[in-house]
């Protein structure tokens, strides 16, 4: 049986319509896979993201370990999307620590329906399309939301 894993990035978004985009999908728990859970962006740092989404009656559950690295953040905001890809798998996915925060996603997201969340927009240049790919044999499919619909 497959198994739906959800992607949004919340460029763009308001924390509303990031709630209705996920509670419109059926989502139950957000996973922030960002390495740094902070942003300038009103209602996105940790924290305030947190009690937003609990206050809208879904779940929250942050997944540091499977962040990009710095260089590879660095990467993705020069466009370099196989740059990017590289470094997150050599020094994230690769590892033993980040094959153990990968089963608990996987293991997550059998449980509950997941949405994976970071900043880009476009989950092709995103680390958010990795995860989803080293998802996949594990009989989960991708739906990227967006949240354009208000």
Known sequence: MRKTLFTIGYEGLSPD?????LKAADVAVLADVRAVANSRKRGFSKGALKAGLVEAGLGYE????LGTPKSGREAARAHDAGLMRRI???????????GLALDALADLAAERPVCLLCF?????RCHRRVLAERLAPRGFETVDLYGDFL
Request: with cysteine.
């Open 88 to 98: 997150y798998c050599e020094e994230v996915l690769d590892t033993a620590d980040g």
């Open 120 to 124: 880009e927009r476009d989950p092709a």
């Open 17 to 21: 319509r990031l709630h209705a985009a």
């Open 62 to 65: 942050h997944f540091r370990s």
